[in-house]
């Protein structure tokens, strides 16, 4: 892993990554206005600008000078606060995210992500305690046989996937919608401290400072998506953010199963029209293994820890 926040001026490493969160910025300042990714909207996934010259595909018209003198602000923030930044052209930027058409130029990250593609685990926020524990069981399964584990730090399950892998013993990745300078929801801040404890990880698109604003979580779910060969859908409802995180996930030609063992109340639904589209029902993590089709998922064969 390099080096957190190379200093802006100490060369062409620093002035890429400067210029790199200068278009993140501008690219998330564009999509408030908008509603819209200009990038993938503008230039898709084959001119998306990462690799080759920074500029290469970028709409004209892009005031850098400007957004480069608040991303060295922005930089020298998050040295300040231990957090480390990769950009898109970094060796260290986890190469399964280039197969989404519109990967984040940069990510904001604490602690160490790990090499293997993770499993995501995603779920409502509302679960009945048989639910909870079930989800919870099955990512300490999934964690035993070395998976990383991906989710977004929410409220019901995804807590739940975070919680099961640190009693697998495994790593957990949490991808959040807010700056790494804040935990959201704060009650989860022992839960942060405790997945960097234990080897994890916490990303972020967005810079420090920035709040949980409703739009931020959608672009967090496709992050949570691109880090995992596969997601495991639990309990959820037909319209809620892990139906989006599903669609995305299909829409990326990630195989998603359902979690599901009956007894989940009113978020039961979104499980139910999965499967009426053919998604596999598991219970245990060997179901998981079986259902997305591999004996190692990532090319590496499976062995269960200890």
């Given at each position: 892993m390099p080096e957190h926040c190379a200093d802006p001026s100490s060369g062409r490493e620093?002035?890429?990554?400067?210029?790199?969160?200068?278009?993140?910025?501008?690219?998330?300042?564009?999509?408030?206005?908008?509603?819209?990714?200009?990038?993938?909207?503008?230039?898709?996934?084959?001119?998306?600008?990462?690799?080759?010259?920074?500029?290469?595909?970028?709409?004209?018209?892009?005031?850098?000078e400007i957004l480069e003198e608040k991303a060295v602000r922005v930089l020298d923030k998050a040295k300040r606060l231990g957090i480390m930044m990769i950009a898109i052209d970094e060796p260290a930027y986890p190469e399964i995210l280039l197969r989404l058409p519109d990967p984040p130029l940069v990510l904001f990250l604490r602690g160490v992500l790990p090499e293997r593609p993770g499993i995501a685990m995603v779920g409502t926020r509302r679960p009945t305690v048989e639910a909870r524990?079930?989800?919870?069981?099955?990512?300490?399964?999934?964690?035993?046989?070395?998976?990383?584990?991906v989710s977004g730090l929410a409220a019901g399950l995804d807590a739940a996937a975070h919680r099961g892998a640190l009693l697998g013993k495994g790593t957990t990745i949490a991808v959040v919608g807010t700056g790494l300078d804040r935990v959201y929801p704060d009650?989860?801040?022992?839960?942060?401290?405790?997945?960097?404890?234990?080897?994890?990880?916490?990303?972020?698109?967005?810079?420090?400072?920035?709040?949980?604003?409703?739009?931020?979580?959608?672009?967090?779910?496709?992050?949570?998506?691109?880090?995992?060969?596969?997601?495991?859908?639990?309990?959820?409802?037909?319209?809620?953010?892990?139906?989006?995180?599903?669609?995305?996930?299909?829409?990326?030609?990630?195989?998603?199963?359902?979690?599901?063992?009956?007894?989940?109340?009113?978020?039961?639904?979104?499980?139910?029209?999965l499967l009426e589209q053919g998604a596999r029902r598991v219970s245990s993590a060997e179901d998981v293994i079986l259902a997305l089709g591999e004996t190692g998922i990532g090319g590496k064969e499976v062995r269960q820890n200890g």
């Open positions: 620093g002035s890429r990554k400067v210029r790199f969160l200068a278009l993140s910025l501008w690219r998330l300042e564009q999509i408030v206005r908008s509603g819209r990714d200009p990038f993938f909207s503008v230039i898709g996934d084959a001119g998306f600008p990462g690799s080759g010259s920074v500029s290469s595909g970028v709409p004209a018209g892009i005031p850098l524990r079930g989800f919870e069981s099955l990512s300490a399964g999934l964690s035993r046989f070395g998976f990383p584990i009650v989860h801040r022992t839960l942060a401290e405790e997945i960097l404890a234990n080897g994890g990880a916490i990303v972020s698109e967005f810079p420090p400072g920035s709040p949980p604003d409703g739009w931020h979580f959608p672009f967090r779910n496709r992050i949570v998506v691109g880090l995992s060969a596969g997601v495991v859908a639990g309990p959820h409802r037909r319209a809620s953010g892990t139906s989006v995180t599903v669609r995305r996930a299909l829409g990326e030609g990630r195989d998603v199963v359902v979690y599901d063992r009956g007894g989940f109340g009113d978020t039961k639904e979104g499980p139910e029209a």
